[in-house]
């Protein structure tokens, strides 16, 4: 499966420190990953909030900038 450009997330935070995130497509379509440890989850959610657009590969669970990213933005 080819990566997809995300436009939407929920998050869901599990009792016992885990976390499921979904992603929503443009276009369409939604996939999910679960048991996310919390830590981790932060860091997806601080992309998907701060960078534009992302995308992810639901097979080789990649998220990831959609194109490149200059070099020194000061984020």
């Known amino acids: 499966m080819a990566r997809k450009v995300v436009t939407h997330y929920a998050v869901f935070h599990n009792i016992g420190s885990t976390s499921d995130i979904a992603f929503y497509y443009q276009g369409g ?12 989850a932060q860091y997806i959610v601080d992309l998907l909030r701060n960078e534009k657009p992302m995308s992810y590969d639901h097979a080789l669970k990649r998220l990831s900038t959609y194109s490149l990213e200059p070099v020194g933005e000061e984020e």
Not at 29 to 40: M, T
């Open 29 to 40: 379509g939604a996939d999910s990953v679960s048991g996310i440890p919390f830590a981790e």
